[in-house]
């Protein structure tokens, strides 16, 4: 079975920092996180790409660091110095290695007051 199971949001001050995780029942190749704010479109926040390499989106590049752990099937996302206007649901995205279908969690809610 298929899952893929997102952990590690919360609520915090500004200035706090919070660690999110993406559990994955199966291996993957490229990962990333994305964030919702209503009424906005998703975005995308980290990727790391099937080559390995990473972007961020501008606004968290200093700040957010994406990482996985291959052996344990987990991609992080470690958010340091966070702002008010990071606050949304935060959504893992990941490419299955032998399906090559993307799959996504289902979300975690960060709150960030000022």
């Known amino acids: 079975q298929v899952q893929l199971v997102e952990s590690g949001g919360g609520s915090v001050q500004a200035g706090g920092s919070l660690r999110l995780s993406c559990v994955a029942s199966?291996?993957?190749?490229?990962e990333a996180w994305y964030r919702q704010v209503p009424g906005k479109q998703r975005e995308s926040v980290a990727v790391i790409s099937g080559d390995g390499s990473i972007n961020y989106l501008d606004s968290v590049k200093g700040r957010f660091t994406i990482s996985r752990d291959n052996a344990k099937n987990t991609v992080f996302l470690q958010m340091n110095s966070l702002k008010p206007e990071d606050t949304g649901v935060y959504y893992c995205?990941?490419?299955?290695?032998?399906?090559?279908?993307?799959?996504w969690g289902q979300g975690t809610q960060v709150t960030v007051s000022s």
């Open positions: 199966f291996s993957f190749i490229a």
């Open positions: 995205r990941v490419l299955g290695r032998t399906s090559l279908r993307q799959y």
